[in-house]
């Protein structure tokens, strides 16, 4: 019998093996994609070298990238065969998932996997701006007895517990829902601002208090945490003006991605001392820190690792493999949706065009 197709994307299967070789490849045929950079990717689609496949495969998201953009010039030469975009990592920026909708192609994300990691990278962050804990690391490092003393004395001057203050999460799925929870055990109070309000329950659940402006959320919190995807409503959300709505001395932490902030703005913004701190996982110009960042004592830098964490990577690739496991059948039919879409809206105004 001739098995549906899945067209797969960088590195190989490394942590689900079992499940890859006794369910998955009894329903699939795996195809590696062999074109490394945009054109020649752009000419193998031309080309159909990969057939009509059914499924785009991305188990690991630090790899699989090398086409670029999936925009407009890559889906258009998609077969019209292929049912859903299966991809590791939380974000998906790097694809216009809208577009892929239109198409009929669900995009389905890793989204739950990273849940614990990074709400503890923002815990951390939390704990961080508020005891200056980056300072005191960096004049420890020096082992200089100086230092040490007077990074010792200034410390206790300038930092405090975060107990009794204000938690301000931009967006509340599911990492910061944790968030909520880890910052109350220190003692927080949590406000939120999103587009879509949760229900009364769960903000009854969790004991947060909602903002319908981000302004209003702003001008409350103590410290802002951004949990938002990058779009194009989200880039530069955090800009010179809504700093500027920011208690005096706030703080401010970005687990989401580097392009949420305008980063000049939240230079000058520290450089001044209307922010006492920042926390950021994420960066502009990933790889590239900013230097004048990275000088600075009372920023907290971290190299994108918040959802880094083995179990986040081992549940990546399962939740790619078992999201086309439920989307596609062994015919290559469409047979449900992903457990973790992106893209429902477009998906299923297509579908019902269709029927």
């Known amino acids: 019998m001739v098995k549906p197709v899945v067209l797969h994307l960088g590195e190989s299967i490394k942590y689900n093996q079992h499940f890859y070789d006794n369910d998955f490849l ?50 258009d030469l998609l077969p019209s065969s292929v049912r859903i975009f299966a991809s590791a990592g939380a974000g998906f920026n790097w694809a216009d998932v809208k577009a892929l909708g239109r198409r009929g192609i669900w995009y389905a994300n890793g989204a739950g996997a990273s849940d614990e990691a990074v709400s503890d990278t923002t815990l951390y ?36 517990n975060p107990r009794g203050h204000i938690l301000g999460l931009v967006g509340l799925g599911n990492v910061s829902k944790k968030v909520a929870v880890k910052a109350q055990a220190l003692g927080m109070s949590v406000h939120y601002y999103d587009v879509v309000r949760q229900s009364q329950d769960v903000e009854e659940a969790l004991g947060v208090t909602y903002h319908d402006t981000l302004e209003s959320l702003l001008r409350v919190s103590d410290c802002v945490s951004l949990h938002t995807p990058l779009n194009q409503h989200t880039k530069h959300l955090i800009n010179r003006d809504t700093l500027k709505m920011m208690k005096p001395g706030a703080r401010l932490i970005n687990t989401a991605r580097g392009e949420v902030v305008d980063e000049e703005a939240l230079i000058q913004a520290l450089e001044t001392g209307s922010l006492s701190a920042a926390g950021l996982d994420v960066h502009y110009h990933e790889p590239q820190v900013s230097p004048r960042l990275a000088a600075m004592d009372n920023v907290t830098l971290t190299t994108h690792i918040a959802g880094g964490a083995l179990n986040t990577r081992i549940n990546f690739e399962l939740n790619a493999l078992k999201n086309i496991f439920a989307t596609v059948g062994a015919q290559g039919e469409l047979i449900g949706q992903p457990f973790t879409p992106v893209n429902s809206k477009q998906v299923l105004e297509y579908l019902k065009a269709q029927s």
């Open 125 to 160: 962050m939390i704990l961080s701006v508020f005891r200056n804990f980056t300072r005191a690391q960096l004049a420890a490092r020096t082992a200089d007895p100086e230092r040490f003393t007077a990074t010792h004395k200034l410390i206790a001057t300038i930092s405090h």
């Open 26 to 75: 009894a329903r699939f045929d795996v195809i590696q994609n062999d074109a490394l950079d945009r054109p020649s990717f752009i000419q193998a689609l031309k080309e159909k070298r990969y057939g009509d496949f059914v499924a785009i495969f991305r188990p690991h998201f630090q790899s699989g990238g090398e086409m670029g953009q999936w925009d407009d010039e890559l889906i």
